[in-house]
């Protein structure tokens, strides 16, 4: 059974301070997706990493891939309000196209 | 950017009804369509997996003849929920990969609210 875990589930943190949010997977790919999701809505796309040691960044989030460790990596710098939401990882296995959820991370971000 | 359309975005049903959830793609075709199910505070879940022309390919443990799928044209799918309970209450969401961009991306529908009585 494919795997998709998120540390931790729920964050609670302060402006301005740094955390890192992690998502675990159980097959082998190459292709991880972050997404946000607010409360009511559907997914708003984040970041595609599409290769080993791949990084992107975009305002005060970065995520990484290390597809060796099948570990994504989603960081937080200097949190600010507008970033509290639920973040989700997904993975696409080798072998097919289907995107497979993380359990996802609840984000409140606390003036 | 893509964008994947959902109708209706709210319907409430009683139970033993059936109810119809349209999923478009309006500026590119999609030869395959996702659906998920996402229950509150908790992951979207994979039910199916929605073919142009052909079945559509239902996770386990998804019951195919209860949440009938159907993609009858390259923008359009559309997911039946047959005989609805009151645990078929959920956030459905519809997602649609562009196989034409470089990479890969699913462009996700903005959802369903499916509230049975």
């Known amino acids: 059974e494919l795997k998709v875990e998120q540390n931790p589930l729920f964050l609670s943190m302060q402006e301005g301070k740094n955390y890192t949010i992690y998502c675990n997977y159980s097959?082998?790919?190459?292709?991880l997706y972050w997404y946000r999701q607010d409360p009511g809505k559907s997914l708003e796309s984040l970041f595609v990493?599409?290769?080993?040691?791949a990084v992107k960044q975009e305002g005060r989030l970065m995520a990484s891939l290390d597809t060796k460790a099948r570990l994504s990596t989603l960081h937080i710098t200097a949190a600010v309000h507008d970033l509290s939401a639920t973040y989700f990882c997904?993975?696409?296995?080798?072998?097919?196209?289907?995107?497979?959820f993380g359990t996802g991370t609840s984000l409140t971000v606390i003036p | 950017g893509a964008v994947v359309s959902q109708h209706p975005s709210r319907v409430i049903c009683k139970s033993g009804t059936s109810v119809k959830i349209e999923c478009r793609s309006l500026?590119?075709?999609?030869?395959?369509m996702f659906w998920y199910r996402q229950f509150p505070k908790q992951s979207l879940m994979l039910m199916a997996t929605?073919?142009?022309?052909?079945?559509?390919?239902?996770e386990q443990g998804v019951e195919k003849d209860k949440f009938l799928i159907n993609h009858a044209s390259l923008t359009l799918s559309t997911l039946t929920v047959t005989s609805a309970h009151p645990e078929d209450s959920s956030f459905y969401i519809c997602?649609?990969?562009?196989?034409?961009?470089?990479?890969?991306?699913?462009?996700f529908g903005p959802g369903t609210r499916l509230t049975v009585l």
């Open positions: 997602s649609a990969p562009d196989f034409s961009s470089s990479t890969d991306t699913q462009y």
């Open positions: 097959t082998t790919s190459d292709r």
């Open positions: 990493l599409l290769s080993n040691g």
């Open positions: 997904a993975v696409v296995p080798l072998t097919g196209n289907q995107f497979y």
């Open positions: 500026d590119f075709q999609a030869t395959t």
């Open positions: 929605s073919n142009e022309g052909s079945k559509a390919t239902y």
